[in-house]
């Protein structure tokens, strides 16, 4: 059956309070994480279908939006007067896998500084793909996407709208990536001061707080640099805290560490290529080229 007898089902019952697009205009994600996972959405050839949730993104069409391990739900307000139920679902990465990719993370200081600061460089996508884990799925069949709307095509625009929300989702919150793929930010973080402190002979921290009985729009952003340094002196006496006072929050290495990186550094500083020379999906064919040209070790 033609899905284009949906395209004119009707206007979308207006709702407030929705999760609207922070983007008014022109390209939606901010940060490299976001614009990496719409990229290679696009490079599916889902770039045109799409578009066809841009609006609804931008409207506050998305009622809800949960990001859990494994799997993405949300809520979108179309045509009828219920709500369509949406998800996506990304296969986690097993518990043995995540052990790897800390002792990884933890092994080298660069990245646990990082981390911990509340940040994910760039360079952390190719730790993960020499680690057997791929940030983002390689094909589309890796997505499970599911609407109960009438719209045969996939995604349809509430599924659409769902992955804009969610790439604007990791720019909030970079963090929210990594807990798609089955780690939340606390278990990562925990695991990465425990693995540094054995490494060094430091005392291990105790964990940070768990905040996920706390409505998200009342929690504060957890402490980063030097806020995090100090968590926890001030119920300690000053004089018992200065020998530490000043000391890093995480080790810091002996020498600047040397990453070995891709071609595909090169490519996500660059930018995406104008529309009229391929656009995004031209870059996903120059990275797909560099990786089978590239030296054998890579």
Known sequence: MSTDRFA??????????????????????????????LEVLESFALGTRLTRGRSYARAGQVLRLDIAPGRVSAEVQGSRPRPYEVSIALSPFPAALWTRIEEELAGQAFFSARLLAGDLPDELEELFVAAGAPLFPARVEELTQRCNCPDFAVPCKHLAATFYLLAEAFDADPFELLHWRG?????????????????????????????????????????????????????????AALDRFWSPPVPLPDRPPRLATGPDL????????????????LLERLRRAYRAFGPADR
């Open 8 to 37: 004119d089902y009707g206007r979308p019952r207006r709702v407030d309070g929705g999760l609207r697009a922070r983007s008014a205009r022109g390209a939606i994600g901010r940060s490299w994480w976001s614009r990496r996972f």
């Open 266 to 281: 090169l490519l996500r500083q660059l930018g995406p290529p104008a529309p009229s020379i391929g656009g995004p999906g």
């Open 183 to 239: 780690r939340s930010r606390a278990a990562l973080l925990d695991q990465l001061r425990a693995r540094r402190a054995e490494a060094t002979g430091a005392p291990v921290p105790p964990p940070e707080p768990s905040t996920l009985d706390v409505s998200p729009s009342v929690v504060d952003a957890a402490p980063v640099g030097t806020a995090r340094a100090l968590t926890g002196l001030s119920a300690i006496p000053m004089a």
